[in-house]
C-alpha cells in the first residue's frame, strides 16, 4: 500500500536515499529541503531511476520559523496524513553563529526548527493508520549537553563540535519526550545514528578531523538502510522511544535518556516558539 512520506533534507546525501529506495517502492515521497535547483535536480533523478515514481519537492528552510509555517501550510492543503515523516536535514558549521531567530545554527535548524515542524504537521501523521516519525541523531551526541544559554549565546560556551553534539542531543531527547507523549496513540518516534556517511555535512569539519572520519566513511545508501527499515518494517508497529545503529538498538548516552531533561527541553522550545 502506498504511503505518503517526507524527508527533510531528502535532496543530498542519505536524505536522496531515503527518498530513492522509498519512491521506487511505490510511496508518494515529498522532499522538503533549502536548494530549489538541488532538489530539482534530486527529483529528475530519481524519476529517470524509477518512470512513474511519485516524487515531489518543495523548498523549506528550517532556519526560518516563518518558512516554516508557509510549507506546512501550503503542503497541509494537498495532504491530509503523512505516514512516515523523516526529519534527516543537518548542518554542522565550523564557526559558531545565530541565526535570524536568535538561536545557534545548530540547534536553531537540527531541532527547533524540526520541533516547529513537527508540531506543524503532527496532526497529519496522528491521522495516518499508523504514522511514523524517524529522526536522524548522531552518535556525537554523546558529546553534547543541554545548556539553554548557549542556545542563544554559543560562543560563550561551546566550541563546534560540542554545539554538534548538543544539537544530537536535542534530537534524542526530542523523540524520548515526543513518543511519551504519543503514547496513546498509533504514532511512532524513533531515532538513528547513520554512521559516518561520505556527505556534503563532513566537508565543514577540521581537517585532520575530516581525514581520520574519512577513513571510516560509508556510503550514503549504506548510511540511509537503517533509516529506510525503520520506515517499512512492520516490526516498528508499536516500538517508539528508540535510538538505532545499524539497525541495532542501542541505549544512547546516559544524558540522552534523561526525560527530566527532556521534558525541559520540550517546555522551553514550546515556550519558544510561542515567542515568533
Do not use: C
Not at 9 to 18: C, L, T
Not at 25 to 42: F, Y
Not at 81 to 87: C, H, K, R
Not at 192 to 198: D, K, N, S, T
Request: hydrophobic share 45%; no cysteine; charged share 20%.
Amino acid at each position: 500500500m502506498s504511503k505518503t512520506v517526507l524527508i527533510t533534507g531528502g535532496n543530498s546525501g542519505i536524505g536522496y536515499e531515503m527518498a530513492l529506495s522509498l519512491a521506487k517502492s511505490g510511496n508518494r515521497v515529498i522532499i522538503a529541503a533549502r536548494d530549489e535547483a538541488k532538489s530539482a535536480a534530486a527529483v529528475d533523478k530519481i524519476k529517470a531511476a524509477s518512470p512513474g515514481a511519485q516524487i515531489a519537492a518543495v523548498k523549506l528552510d528550517l532556519a526560518d520559523f516563518g518558512q516554516i509555517d508557509r510549507f506546512a501550510d501550503y503542503l497541509l492543503k494537498r495532504v491530509t496524513t503523512i505516514d512516515v515523516l523523516i526529519l534527516n536535514a543537518g548542518v554542522y558549521t565550523t564557526k559558531l553563529h545565530t541565526l535570524p531567530s536568535g538561536y545557534e545554527a545548530m540547534i536553531g535548524v537540527m531541532h527547533f526548527g524540526h520541533f516547529r515542524l513537527a508540531q506543524r504537521l503532527l496532526d497529519a501523521v496522528v491521522a495516518a493508520p499508523q504514522g511514523r516519525i524517524i529522526v536522524t541523531s548522531s552518535m556525537m551526541h554523546a558529546l553534547g549537553r543541554i545548556d539553554a544559554r548557549s542556545f542563544t549565546h554559543p560562543r560563550k560556551h561551546l566550541t563546534s563540535m560540542h554545539a554538534y553534539g548538543q544539537a544530537k542531543l536535542a534530537n534524542l531527547l526530542f523523540v524520548r519526550e515526543l513518543a511519551r507523549r504519543l503514547k496513546s496513540t498509533r504514532v511512532t518516534v524513533n531515532a538513528f545514528h547513520p554512521g559516518a556517511v561520505a556527505t556534503d555535512i563532513y566537508r565543514q569539519l577540521p581537517g585532520p578531523l575530516a581525514r581520520i572520519m574519512k577513513a571510516f566513511m560509508i556510503t550514503p545508501q549504506q548510511g540511509a538502510d537503517t533509516a529506510i527499515w525503520m520506515a517499512t518494517d512492520d516490526k516498528f508497529k508499536g516500538v517508539s522511544g528508540k535510538y538505532y545503529v545499524a539497525r541495532q538498538r542501542r541505549r544512547g548516552s546516559s544524558a540522552s535518556r534523561d526525560m527530566d531533561v527532556a521534558g525541559r527541553l520540550w517546555r522551553l522550545s514550546e515556550k519558544a516558539m510561542k515567542a515568533v
